[in-house]
């Protein structure tokens, strides 16, 4: 069993930044960030995986938002900037233990976090 600790969310105005933390208890094959705002579905962000650094991003983020990742500290950050009211949702920590052809989609993940709230303010 994997877990994870979040940290990070908070208020900030658009246009602002904001950088989130994961911290995993164990070794997992790739880390990832999803989001659930208010009366929506679970939605990917970005996932990296540790063998070979690949990065895949949702478009609505790509060229605002950078996934990063300490192997060694088994840690996964999401570095979000000029961000946008519609980024305001509780972001949640994902992680798997396998590689999968839909790492877009929450069913490959096997480990979640508790989530942390990320408000944008207009």
């Known amino acids: 069993q994997v877990q994870l600790v979040e940290s990070g969310g908070g208020l900030v105005q658009a246009g602002g930044s904001l950088r989130l933390s994961c911290a995993a208890s164990?070794?997992?094959?790739?880390m990832g960030w999803f989001r659930q705002a208010p009366g929506k579905e679970h939605e990917f962000v970005a996932t990296?995986?540790?063998?070979?650094?690949?990065?895949y991003y949702a478009d609505s983020v790509q060229g605002r938002f950078t996934i990063s990742g300490d192997n060694a500290k088994k840690t996964v950050y999401l570095q979000m900037n000029s961000l946008k009211p519609e980024d305001t949702a509780v972001y949640y920590c994902?992680?798997?233990?396998?590689?999968?052809?839909?790492?877009?989609?929450?069913?490959?993940?096997?480990?979640w976090g508790q989530g942390t709230q990320v408000t944008v303010s207009s």
């Open positions: 990296v995986t540790w063998s070979g650094g690949r990065t």
């Open positions: 164990g070794r997992t094959y790739a």
């Open positions: 994902a992680a798997r233990t396998r590689t999968s052809s839909e790492p877009y989609s929450p069913g490959a993940y096997d480990y």
